[in-house]
């Protein structure tokens, strides 16, 4: 069976007795296998050296609790929560294939049982022939009405009509599914920046988010996407899914040191209950193998 990253990280200091050049050395490969990325790796190594030299550290367990403190720096967790009697709009951002319009309806249906009177789904990804079914079909299933328009049209109206939706009922929070087709990235660029204009607009005052849906398996290429939907609206928090046994798990340690962009969910399956809030330490000590 293959060895999981936090076994890679147990292994390595059980076979290395001394905490010399060549155990940094492996550690960095580790931190690169494990999703990190090679710039955020040597950085991250560089630095624990420093630390263990200026506090002369030479046990195993020290070593590994200052590591550990160094990617706690690096990885925030943020609470989510709408402002109560106030329109709220969340927008979901994300490429297409990482399960953006599931993860929309997951936290429909997590802030519905957390006592959220009024949720409303807005289809703003009007040009993928799917989408507006498939959150139509969520909205079914999990008892949440969702606002569309059909198939091509204007996607800020569809976010406008949601929010005014919300207005007419004393407050609430509109969750706006986005396109993203990064293959046509000007074009993705110029339409989400119309939206952010609607949702500034709709919005009351601290009651709008941006927030990214990445896969956990898709290691640096979920950092380049995060870079470009960060340089277009900025983007506040993220949501991690497939994150589970297959996932490395260490593009929110790049994310979060390289953008600065704190984790407010992780997804773990299908079902619709897959959904829970971040937990920085938590996350850290199941890549560390803790």
């Given at each position: ?79 989510l929560k709408p402002e109560p009697g ?205």
């Amino acid at each position: 069976m293959k060895k999981t990253f936090g076994e890679k990280f147990l292994s390595l200091f059980k076979k290395k007795s001394a905490i010399d050049d060549e155990f940094y050395e492996e550690l960095t490969d580790i931190l690169v296998e494990g999703d990190i990325g090679a710039k955020t790796a040597f950085l991250l190594v560089e630095e624990l050296e420093k630390v263990c030299r200026q506090k002369k550290v030479q046990d195993q367990d020290q070593v590994m609790q200052e590591l550990k403190q160094l990617l706690l720096e690096c990885v925030k967790a943020v609470e989510l929560k709408p402002e109560p009697g106030k329109t709220n709009i969340w927008m979901i951002l994300g490429v297409n294939g990482v399960g953006k319009t599931t993860s929309v309806a997951k936290m429909a249906n997590m802030l519905a049982k957390n006592g959220e009177q009024n949720v409303v789904l807005a289809s703003a990804d009007t040009f993928r022939a799917a989408a507006i079914e498939q959150l139509a079909m969520h909205g079914e299933k999990i008892g949440i009405r969702v606002v569309s328009h059909q198939h091509g049209s204007d996607p800020s109206a569809v976010v406008f009509d949601a929010a005014d939706a919300v207005k007419a009922k004393n407050g609430g929070i509109v969750l706006a599914d986005t396109a993203g087709r990064l293959h046509n990235k000007e074009n993705l660029v110029r339409e989400l920046q119309k939206i952010n204009r609607t949702c500034e607009l709709k919005a009351d005052p601290d009651c709008y988010k941006k927030i990214i849906v990445i896969d956990a398996t898709t290691g640096q290429n979920a950092l380049r996407q995060a870079e470009v939907f960060n340089e277009a609206v900025g983007v506040d928090a993220i949501i991690m899914t497939k994150y589970d046994s297959t996932a490395k798990g260490g593009v929110a340690v790049s994310i979060g040191k390289e953008l600065g962009i704190p984790v407010a969910y992780i997804c773990t399956g299908e079902k619709y209950e897959d959904i829970a809030v971040f937990k920085a330490e938590e996350y850290i000590d199941e890549f560390l193998g803790l």
